[in-house]
């Protein structure tokens, strides 16, 4: 029976997590020179509506059909075609949640928002060096053969879930794979010709964060799929960890340049949101002061290593997300108990190793299988088709060279 209680909220949700991608537009356009805003925020409205076509065609039929234990998906890695085009769906069709009460329509737009939110997360990374055709074609590949397969192994009845990995709201399946597939890419398109890129307007990049920030209440808390005590813990769990991850980041900044940072208090609450959300709904409330402390201590470190390294990765999406999910994934294996979640499992805290490990593997396979797999990808486009624009296009600028259209109809800063 349909619970009106559980179906509104996770309407709600599904609405709080589609808000995130376009905060992502704001977030990195804030970020991005004055030639190239409109140039990275096109890649992430479009994944709006192109990650939506293919969802509705056979992502979720790839993601959330068939079963590794029952032998009726491909190998515990991609689900079936049994529901290509939403086939025997309707809107009486219930999803076998926990409580099993909400309508499976309902589930589809949720984790249509994830699918969508996932590879633009990427983008960031390779702001103003890649053709928008290429883009296109990179978005597509990405989801059949990077997106698909990890949302299916851990979410949707594949190899990983049935082996007893858990991630509550993406830690896996979004934050450690886009990161390292972000990573790949930043190896692959090389570093920017002009080395004076500058965010072109701050202003613009808080107030994206503070619609990220509020759209993660339905990406962790929507993740429980229904309204009880654990989505109230997922919740608040990721407010707490967001915020010590932003007084630790503004605290470390401030000793080292003597100037407290506003883009460092940003990147900080970030950086908390994606560590805290593969643990959200299984560690209890103590953990998250202890997860947002050391979110912003391991990417702070991870971001600096990369400018050491001199990776061009612009908008730190490896060291934020990639090494953000890594840590919070690990952490889970560490606080997780069953004591704050039945569907959970019980980790190195309560005495147990086995779970931990799981978490281990499960991390390092999705790390490098995000990498090696956007590199070939990206490969394989370059000899269709140039993934990266020109050096002339990259000095005029995304906007005006690709897209023929500026952000702003006068210079500014």
Same mark, same amino acid.
């Given at each position: 029976?349909?619970?009106?209680?559980?179906?509104?909220?996770?309407?709600?949700?599904?609405?709080?997590?589609?808000?995130?991608?376009?905060?992502?537009?704001?977030?990195?356009?804030?970020?991005?020179?004055? +030639?190239?805003?409109?140039?990275?925020?096109?890649?992430?409205?479009?994944?709006?509506?192109?990650?939506?076509?293919?969802?509705?065609?056979?992502?979720?039929?790839?993601?959330?059909?068939?079963?590794?234990?029952?032998?009726?998906?491909?190998?515990?890695?991609?689900?079936?075609?049994?529901?290509? /085009?939403?086939?025997?769906?309707?809107?009486?069709?219930?999803?076998?949640?926990?409580?099993?009460?909400?309508? *499976?329509?309902?589930?589809?737009?949720?984790?249509?928002?994830?699918?969508?939110?996932?590879?633009?997360?990427?983008?960031?990374?390779?702001?103003?060096?890649?053709?928008?055709?290429?883009?296109?074609?990179?978005?597509?590949?990405?989801?059949?053969?990077?997106?698909?397969?990890?949302?299916?192994?851990?979410?949707?009845?594949?190899?990983?879930? *049935?082996?007893?990995?858990?991630?509550?709201?993406?830690?896996?399946?979004?934050?450690?794979?886009?990161?390292?597939?972000?990573?790949?890419?930043?190896? /692959?398109?090389?570093? +920017?010709?002009?080395?004076?890129?500058?965010?072109?307007?701050?202003?613009?990049?808080?107030?994206?964060?503070?619609?990220?920030?509020?759209?993660?209440?339905?990406?962790?808390?929507?993740?429980?799929?229904?309204?009880?005590?654990?989505?109230?813990?997922?919740?608040?769990?990721?407010?707490?960890?967001?915020? /010590?991850?932003?007084?630790?980041?503004?605290?470390? *900044?401030?000793?080292?340049? +003597?100037?407290?940072?506003?883009?460092?208090?940003?990147?900080?609450?970030?950086?908390?949101?994606?560590?805290?959300?593969?643990?959200?709904?299984?560690?209890?409330?103590?953990?998250?002061?202890?997860?947002?402390?050391?979110?912003?201590?391991?990417?702070?470190?991870?971001?600096?290593?990369?400018?050491?390294?001199?990776?061009?990765?612009?908008?730190?999406?490896?060291?934020?997300?990639?090494?953000?999910?890594?840590?919070?994934?690990?952490?889970?294996?560490? /606080?997780?108990?069953?004591?704050?979640?039945?569907?959970?499992?019980?980790?190195?805290?309560?005495?147990?190793?086995?779970?931990?490990?799981?978490? %281990?593997?499960?991390? %390092?396979?999705?790390?490098?299988?995000?990498?090696?797999?956007?590199?070939? %990808?990206?490969?394989?486009?370059?000899?269709?088709?140039?993934?990266?624009?020109?050096?002339?296009?990259?000095?005029?600028?995304?906007?005006?060279?690709?897209?023929?259209?500026?952000?702003?109809?006068?210079?500014?800063?």
């Amino acid at each position: 029976m349909i619970s009106i209680t559980d179906t509104a909220f996770m309407v709600i949700a599904a609405s709080l997590v589609m808000l995130m991608t376009p905060a992502l537009a704001y977030f990195y356009g804030g970020l991005a020179s004055k +030639r190239n805003i409109l140039g990275i925020m096109i890649q992430s409205f479009v994944s709006l509506g192109w990650s939506t076509l293919l969802w509705f065609v056979c992502g979720y039929s790839l993601c959330f059909s068939g079963s590794y234990a029952e032998g009726t998906d491909w190998g515990g890695i991609l689900g079936n075609l049994q529901h290509c /085009f939403l086939a025997g769906i309707t809107p009486e069709t219930l999803h076998p949640s926990a409580n099993g009460n909400i309508p *499976e329509y309902v589930f589809i737009s949720f984790q249509m928002m994830f699918s969508i939110l996932t590879p633009a997360l990427i983008t960031g990374a390779f702001v103003n060096r890649i053709n928008f055709k290429s883009y296109l074609i990179f978005l597509t590949a990405w989801q059949f053969l990077c997106y698909y397969p990890f949302c299916h192994m851990v979410w949707g009845g594949g190899i990983l879930g *049935e082996w007893g990995v858990l991630d509550f709201a993406g830690g896996i399946a979004v934050h450690i794979l886009a990161g390292f597939a972000a990573l790949a890419s930043v190896f /692959f398109v090389g570093a +920017r010709v002009d080395k004076n890129s500058t965010p072109n307007s701050i202003p613009l990049v808080a107030i994206g964060t503070g619609l990220l920030w509020f759209g993660w209440y339905g990406f962790n808390a929507g993740s429980e799929l229904g309204v009880d005590g654990v989505t109230t813990l997922a919740f608040l769990n990721t407010d707490i960890a967001a915020s /010590f991850a932003l007084v630790t980041w503004l605290a470390i *900044e401030w000793c080292r340049s +003597r100037k407290p940072k506003l883009v460092g208090v940003l990147t900080g609450s970030i950086a908390g949101l994606a560590t805290i959300t593969p643990a959200a709904g299984f560690v209890p409330l103590w953990t998250s002061p202890i997860i947002g402390i050391l979110a912003s201590a391991c990417c702070y470190v991870a971001v600096e290593w990369k400018n050491k390294q001199s990776w061009d990765d612009a908008m730190d999406v490896w060291g934020v997300h990639g090494v953000g999910g890594f840590v919070g994934t690990i952490l889970l294996g560490v /606080f997780a108990t069953t004591a704050v979640n039945a569907n959970g499992a019980n980790g190195l805290i309560t005495g147990e190793s086995a779970f931990f490990w799981k978490q %281990i593997v499960a991390t %390092i396979l999705t790390a490098v299988y995000g990498f090696v797999f956007t590199y070939a %990808i990206l490969w394989i486009i370059n000899k269709i088709t140039p993934v990266k624009v020109s050096q002339k296009e990259e000095i005029e600028g995304i906007d005006a060279a690709i897209l023929g259209e500026n952000a702003y109809d006068h210079d500014v800063l």
